[in-house]
């Protein structure tokens, strides 16, 4: 189930589904089978802020952002709130109602105005049985997606408040970096209580931690723009892999261009 989402204007609605013919999972269906899809999915529309889906509601489809952002997010034992991970458009998020679950064990908000459609689970089945290409597509979403969070977790266990947020810089700086004169610059604004809730800390703790890094040179900040300034330093400084064998990061923002 959807919740506190909005339709906007009819006559949008075809324009809206041509993102349905370009996804790249749906870019072998047969026209008739993109005429259906279109024909059950669902165009719904929501403000910053507003709950895309709660836990325990109906797992009923699968989503396929259009524009804006969302976040997936979990409720932690004692009642806080854990960021998962961020989609952003042209990716799927709800993936896991196609496993057999019949509610949701996530939730998912809306961190920007933003649009989206909702292919019904159903639908999305027949496709993977009849479809190899979907059917080895959702798997690999669902397993980047599980290692990527599986990664965090060794974070959250074993490394400290520091080394947690410069985890999280990196991993922002790989899907959002963009080269800049005097550094990479992280082309997405976090709170730094949205950064807590990604790494299992504080927001005080994070508002420290940046500030030393600042001081460091590491990073550059202003009105919520960061900028690493020093990423050999920055990426040295958690490094887990042997000393020769480094990939440079720089290397890895340049080819996401």
Known sequence: MVRGTKI??????AESFWHLKNF?????????????????????QLNRGEP?????DLADGVLLLISGRVKICQITPDG????????????????????????????????????????PKQEMCSLMERYSEVSVGISKIIGFRRR?????????????????????LMELMERYGQ???????LNIKLTHLEMANVIGSTRETVTVVLGQLQVEELIHIVRRQIT????????????????GTE???????????
């Open 8 to 13: 906007h204007k009819e006559e949008g609605m």
């Open 52 to 56: 895309v889906y709660l836990p325990a």
């Open 179 to 185: 080269q800049v004169e005097n550094g990479v610059r």
């Open 228 to 243: 690493i300034t020093n990423l050999k330093k920055l990426s040295d400084e958690v490094a887990e892999r042997p000393a």
């Open 247 to 257: 990939r440079p990061l720089v290397s890895a923002v340049e080819s996401t261009r």
């Open 148 to 168: 990527r969070i599986e990664r965090r977790l060794r974070n959250l266990l074993f490394q400290s408040n520091r080394k947690r947020l410069i985890h999280l």
């Open 24 to 44: 790249y999972l749906f870019e072998h269906l047969a026209p008739a089978d993109i005429e259906r899809l279109e024909a059950v999915s669902k165009f719904r």
């Open 80 to 119: 806080k709130q854990s960021i998962m991970t961020f989609i952003e458009p042209g990716e799927i998020f709800g993936e896991f109602a196609i496993l057999g679950g019949n509610s949701r064990d996530e939730y998912a908000e809306a961190v920007l105005n933003s649009q989206f459609v909702l292919i």
